[in-house]
């Protein structure tokens, strides 16, 4: 609770060194007519369980394609780890090798296994040389190997990508993102389509990992029941804009523009968020 | 069928009648020749058969020179292919390279054929390096409008990493595209055994030389009796090219669909 009322006051310099992402006043577009995203403040601490909750067409998708330096804001400032998103920058670029990010339709390469799709995310640490023969230093093979075994893929390291079930898909994309050792992680909607059961695997995955890698996870979700149940801020969005943001700890939850809130409350609000 | 369909057909029909009185076409004649097809028959019965294997001679001479040629025309088209992809190059690099391959395409290959009898004088290698220019302009075409259609999703998210464009070509561009990329050349090699097989018309090897031969000299049974090898060895290319298609290459095209909203 103390670490979310501390956050009330974003000018005290202290707490902003811990700020991994910070944006201000951003908006974007992808035409002249209309705004995906507009006037968005936001500011989440490193090591984060961050989850971002909206209806369909809200603007969650390009919230994230922002943060990876995939799309550049039209309007605002916007950094990550202290550094501004650029294209064809060469510290920004550097920055891309640690920022994990798994889209809504996961983007694996279909025709390569299990295990190379999880090793390019280790390319970037790789010789241009060799990487292109598919060679690998033996720690980076070890690595991949520990985290298919992580991610429970250890018997199907061999298998193309297109032969798995949708859950074992989303597990090579989280081990992919795993394998850029990242500081970030950010995820599109990795459970929307899954069962009950599966999806709560997937997320203990990811909040495990989160915890052990000390990472900064930014979930995109349907469901703000899901969003409740893993996150420790969640940040809603309605029509491109942020409507609420609220803090998480346990059965409390703090709201930061009205004050404390009641949970049934908040799911009475946003449950028709999650159905839509 | 509407009425505007109509006046467009009709427009057509007019416009090849007239073509075809301009071009001195008639219909009757072609009639009035057939009998002349029955004298070639019967002059084929006539050819010893000593000539058969002077002829797959000549047509395996035929495709070594379209297997060498689409080899190295591959080999070249294939590096210029992932440049002038518009998915993966700015507008500086894809638009000259683009201009230059259709350059190249608007030379039938026999007009390539004759340029590099010119220049290297007669034989099969002026053949080769005629199937070779041939090929690059035409698959490179089709590979580029491939790798253009591949899937964005992993391209996006492989891209975001921040690894170099090599890497990315290595990774997601030749896997995602490679079965179609075989099946093309697979194609293409089919399609260089048939334009091969005519070179020989202006000097540039293969078993048309043979053909154009016998034609100029009035021996229209040994002529017909080369042009049947053709005939049987194309077949036989399609038919194993389409197995080889079956077996290991559609076998390969699946697709990964996972739904978004
Ligand atoms: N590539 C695009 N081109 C044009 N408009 C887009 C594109 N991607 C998204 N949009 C629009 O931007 C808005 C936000 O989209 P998105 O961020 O994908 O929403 P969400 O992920 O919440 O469903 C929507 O109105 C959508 O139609
Ligand atoms: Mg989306």
């Given at each position: 609770m103390k670490q979310i009322q501390m956050n009330?006051?974003?000018?005290f310099s202290l707490i902003s060194t811990k700020k991994i992402i910070q944006m201000n006043n951003i908006s974007t577009s992808?035409?002249?007519?209309?705004?995906?995203?507009?006037g968005i403040n936001m500011s989440i601490e490193r090591g984060t369980n961050y989850a971002v909750v909206g209806q369909s067409g809200s603007g969650k998708s390009t919230l994230l394609k922002l943060m990876n330096g995939m799309m550049i804001p039209s309007n605002g400032t916007i950094k990550i780890d202290y550094v501004t998103p650029k294209m064809n920058d060469k510290k920004f670029k550097k920055m891309m090798h640690t920022i994990g990010y798994i889209p809504q339709n996961l983007?694996?390469?279909?025709?390569?296994?299990v295990l190379e799709n999880i090793l390019i995310g280790a390319l970037p640490r790789i010789g241009k040389i060799s990487s292109l023969f598919k060679k690998f230093p033996k720690e980076e093979l070890d690595e991949a190997k520990r985290i298919l075994n992580l991610v429970g893929l250890g018997n199907k390291?061999?298998?193309?990508?297109?032969?798995?079930s949708g859950g074992e898909k989303r597990r090579v994309a989280i081990a992919r993102a795993l394998m850029q050792k990242p500081t970030i992680l950010l995820a599109d909607e990795?459970?929307?389509?899954?069962d009950h059961v599966t999806a709560r695997e997937i997320m203990n995955l990811i909040a495990d990992a989160q915890k052990t890698m000390n990472l900064t996870a930014i979930m995109v979700h349907h469901d703000m029941q899901l969003a409740l149940e893993y996150a420790d801020r969640v940040a809603v969005i309605k029509e491109g804009e942020k409507v609420l943001e609220i803090g998480v700890e346990g059965d409390t939850i703090v709201d930061f523009q009205t004050g404390d809130m009641d949970i049934e409350e908040i799911m009475e609000t946003y449950a028709d968020d999650s159905k839509k | 069928m509407t009425p505007k369909n109509n006046i467009v057909i009709g427009i057509i029909v007019a416009l090849v009648v007239i073509a075809s009185y301009n071009m001195d076409a008639d219909p009757v004649k072609f009639f009035e020749g057939l009998p002349n097809l029955g004298i070639i028959l019967e002059e084929v019965i006539l050819v010893?058969?000593?000539y058969i294997p002077t002829a797959l001679w000549a047509m395996f001479e035929t495709i070594q020179m379209a297997f060498i040629g689409t080899a190295v025309g591959v080999a070249i088209s294939l590096p210029l292919s992932m440049l002038a992809a518009r998915n993966l190059n700015s507008k500086f690099v894809y638009a000259p390279i683009r201009a230059l391959l259709a350059a190249m395409r608007t030379f039938p290959s026999i007009l390539w054929a004759l340029l590099f009898v010119i220049m290297v004088g007669s034989g099969s290698f002026a053949g080769i390096l005629a199937i070779i220019m041939y090929t690059i302009g035409f698959i490179a075409k089709l590979q580029y409008e491939t790798i253009e259609t591949i899937d964005s999703d992993p391209m996006d998210a492989v891209d975001s990493i921040g690894v170099s464009k090599s890497q990315l070509i290595r990774y997601v561009v030749i896997p995602e595209s490679a079965s179609h990329l075989l099946s093309q050349i697979l194609y293409m090699f089919d399609y260089n055994v048939r334009q091969t097989s005519i070179?020989?018309?202006?000097?540039?090897?293969?078993?048309g030389f043979y053909i154009i031969n016998y034609i100029k000299f009035f021996e229209y049974g040994k002529a017909a009796i080369f042009m049947l090898i053709v005939l049987i060895t194309v077949l036989v290319i399609d038919w194993a090219s389409v197995k080889i298609r079956d077996k290991f290459i559609i076998k390969s095209q699946h697709g990964m669909e996972i739904s978004s909203n």
């Open positions: 009330k006051n974003p000018s992808y035409d002249s007519k209309s705004f995906a995203l507009k983007g694996l390469v279909k025709n390569i296994t390291e061999s298998r193309k990508a297109y032969m798995l990795i459970v929307s389509e899954l | 010893e058969p000593k070179l020989g018309l202006v000097g540039a090897g293969g078993i």
